[in-house]
Every structure is written in structure tokens, then in C-alpha cells.
């Protein structure tokens, strides 16, 4: 199985059960080995008080595409600890897109880094991810006559 075939299966088992994602209206993008695209259109249920994207929701963003890049190798893989800098505010009618991308792999341990951006390509936020790997996989590759 070829590293970009590994990706979009993982990619695919992970989006399956990813209610949260799904829920908040996340959209898929590009998934290749330790990098992940993810949008989202900001509506008016995700702004926060002062009428602008909650942070929370351009976390969970983030979070997500980090989440796909670090399980695009098909070893279960979770967040150990994310910071997030919030540079500049989403507004309601944005499409904000996190892009994630593998830094360092080393062992279990994984570092990445993620852009928000909106559609001019106007920095949102930064965020830098550690992944630590778990036991288990995404799928069974014995079942992918490998």
C-alpha cells in the first residue's frame, strides 16, 4: 500500500466516526502522509459575543486537521498537548482552512504545525500540535490483501 493510499483510507475511517467535526461543519480537504486540509464556513451559530468566530471553533478546526495529519500513517494517534494563537478575528461569511503539516516524527512522538487562514489567505491563527501515538489502528491493512 502506498503511503498516499494509506492516508485517504485512515482519512476515511477517521471522518466515519468523527461526529464532532461533522456536527460544528467541518469540511474535508486534502489528506496526504503528515498533512491535512480542513474548512470550515463560519455561520452565525459559530460566533461568540462579540460577533466574531469563537476561538473555540477555530481550535476545533485546527485540532481537526492536526488530527488527520498525525493519523494519516494509520496508527491511532491522539493529541498530547496543542497551543493555538489567535492572530486576527474570523467573521461571520468567512471560510477559514487549517492546514496541518508534520514538523518532526520521531517514535510515538509527533510535532505539527497549522495554519488558519481565511479565503484572501489572511493568517487567523497558529497553532502547534504534539501527537503522541496509542496502540491500535484505523484499519485492518491484513484485510488490504498487503
Not at 466515519?16 to 461543519?25: I, K, L, N, P
Request: charged share 20%.
Amino acid at each position: 500500500m502506498t503511503p498516499q493510499m494509506r492516508a485517504k483510507k485512515s482519512s476515511d475511517a477517521l471522518w466515519e466516526d468523527d461526529q464532532a467535526s461533522h456536527w460544528v461543519g467541518i469540511e474535508r480537504g486534502a489528506v496526504s502522509e503528515g498533512h491535512a486540509v480542513m474548512s470550515l464556513a463560519v455561520q452565525k451559530h459559530h460566533s461568540n459575543g462579540h460577533g466574531i468566530c469563537h476561538g473555540g471553533m477555530i481550535f476545533t478546526l485546527a485540532d481537526t486537521a492536526f488530527a488527520f495529519a498525525c493519523n494519516s500513517r494509520n496508527h491511532n494517534t491522539v493529541a498530547q498537548n496543542n497551543m493555538v494563537t489567535f492572530v486576527a478575528p474570523g467573521q461571520v461569511g468567512d471560510v477559514l482552512t487549517a492546514t496541518a503539516r508534520e514538523v518532526s516524527l520521531a517514535g510515538r512522538s509527533g510535532i505539527y504545525d497549522v495554519r488558519v487562514t481565511k479565503q484572501d489567505g489572511t493568517l487567523i491563527a497558529e497553532m502547534r500540535g504534539l501527537s503522541r501515538a496509542i496502540k491500535g489502528h484505523l484499519f485492518d491493512e491484513a484485510d488490504e490483501g498487503e
